[in-house]
């Protein structure tokens, strides 16, 4: 039975996640830091973005300030599902989707013309910067035979999904379930002002869910008070609710670095990808969760509420970003994504933050999105 102040109706849908899926709680041992048994979550195994392309402060990947991340057991891909594998020259790709052929704006640095802009692409650099977003690659672009190339996953699961704008979204059901992150004696980051994370993780969502209901949303929180709430309870929320879309809402944190600051957006990553921020080192490209259904949806909802929160606050671009250790979306059974709306381990960016007309801006920029 969930704890008071989570309200749910149980309709009888069928849950995309075994109900006796095995999950185990993840502790936040320092700001910036999980430990699930031992070890942190891998900074380190994701190249630098393009100079060209990527703010400075997008150089590494960071790790969603997220203590709900868990170990749910994956179910094996058998290697006859496994995607194919192999390298496709971007000249070759840009023609195949109908978009312009690339061409060199700096060494090292290609563009493709888009409807909407440009791609840009750095061989050794997972980031692309898509459309004036950046978006990780599982993996870097190479020189193959004198010519840029791209992973045909990166093609399939990337590019493809994004190829054609962000498309309205077209969800079963008009019903969110927006999860503001922590809560009760978990209270996440503390900022550089010894601000809660979980307390602003709140107040983005109430906003955020008044702004939905008046465009005919129905919403539901995992929780509207400073409620103790376990990371099963934030799933089976959204399984009993038959939601059509799940929403984390996060603030970030860096204890050993107060420069870095921006917005990330988090996704599940797709099979046979690696994923641009991992937890110990470990990321099993091979097994397959329950969000995973919703690759493509996911990739296009990430991308749509990441380009709203940059326009909406101008800030920098930490860049859609996947993970597979995050398990409040990857035992997800509907599009799901997580996003970070700022560090407050930043000072600057936690002043921003601590203003209620900041996060009126994420309300609206994330309600637009949603739209």
Known sequence: MLAAGLVLVSVGCRTERPADAPLTEVTLSTPGAYVVSTGAVDRSASPSPPAAAVPAAAAQPRQPTDASAAAVTPSAVSPARLPTNGWIALAKWSASAGLGQPHRIAMETYAVATPRGKAVFQPGSQCVRWEGVNVWLGFA??????????????VQRTLGPLVGGPRPLAP???VVVLDPGHGGADGGTQGARDQLEK?????WALRTAALLRQKGWEVHLTRTNDLDLTLPERIVAADRLCASLFV????????ADARHSGIETFCTTPVGLPSSVKRNGEDLLAVEHPNNRFDAENLRLAYRI???LLSATQALDGGVRRARFISVIRAQGRPAVLVEGGFLSNP????????PAYRQKLAEALA????
């Open 306 to 308: 990441h380009r709203e």
């Open 199 to 203: 307390n602003f993780a709140l107040d």
């Open 368 to 371: 637009r999105a949603i739209e």
């Open 348 to 355: 600057a960016e936690a002043r921003r933050v601590a203003t």
């Open 141 to 154: 672009p190479r020189y193959l035979e004198g010519q840029p190339h791209l992973h045909a996953l990166d």
């Open 248 to 255: 984390s809402l996060h603030f970030n944190g860096l204890a």
């Open 172 to 174: 079963r059901s008009r």
